[in-house]
């Protein structure tokens, strides 16, 4: 017997099929079979894991030091762009941290290794004293991001801020 297939369209924006068969082995029935088609698995995530910071810096006042930051991620479904930033808090007002650039947008491919999104820090002593810098990327844009919740990774690095410079040059670091 044939097989009827109706055409529609899953209110998706999907093509969708629904076929009535009938065998011929006798007698046939007819009914109805209703079908809610939804995406496999729903919307993609995007999320952080880690930040790679040092974990401590030894400076002397008025001299500074640009490290890396790196900032690491994934995705569960979809290749799309991710767009990150890296935010940096600081104890006290001794310190100042300039981050750039402002952002970084990678693309993130499900199943292949962690995507980096890569920072420079300058970091300047202006006072002696101990610090501490909270480091914290956070997802700004993605195409689609199911769970907010896992959008900020962080990581923190003691500063130790001693005396005078002394002489030394711009960019000297002392550990």
């Known amino acids: 017997m044939p097989c009827q297939t109706p055409r529609g369209t899953h209110p998706g924006g999907r093509p969708t099929t629904v076929s009535r068969v009938t065998d011929d082995t006798g007698p046939t029935g007819t009914g109805s079979t209703t079908a809610t088609i939804s995406p496999v698995g729903g919307e993609a995530d995007v999320f952080l894991t880690r930040v790679r910071a ?77 610090y501490e810098i909270l480091w914290t990327g956070t997802i700004i844009d993605a195409e689609q991001n199911a769970d907010p919740t896992n959008d900020t990774a962080e990581a923190v690095t003691t500063v130790e801020c001693r005396g005078s410079s002394g002489g030394k040059k711009k960019g000297h670091e002392d550990s």
């Open 54 to 130: 040092p974990s401590a810096l030894t400076l002397r006042v008025d001299r500074d030091t640009e490290r890396g930051i790196t900032v690491y991620g994934g995705g569960d479904t979809l290749e799309q762009a991710v767009s990150v930033s890296l935010g940096a808090s600081v104890t006290g007002s001794g310190l100042e941290v300039e981050i750039e650039p402002a952002s970084v947008t990678q693309t993130v491919v499900p199943g292949s290794r962690e995507t980096r999104f890569s920072f420079e820090a300058e970091v300047e002593c202006e006072e002696p004293g101990s």
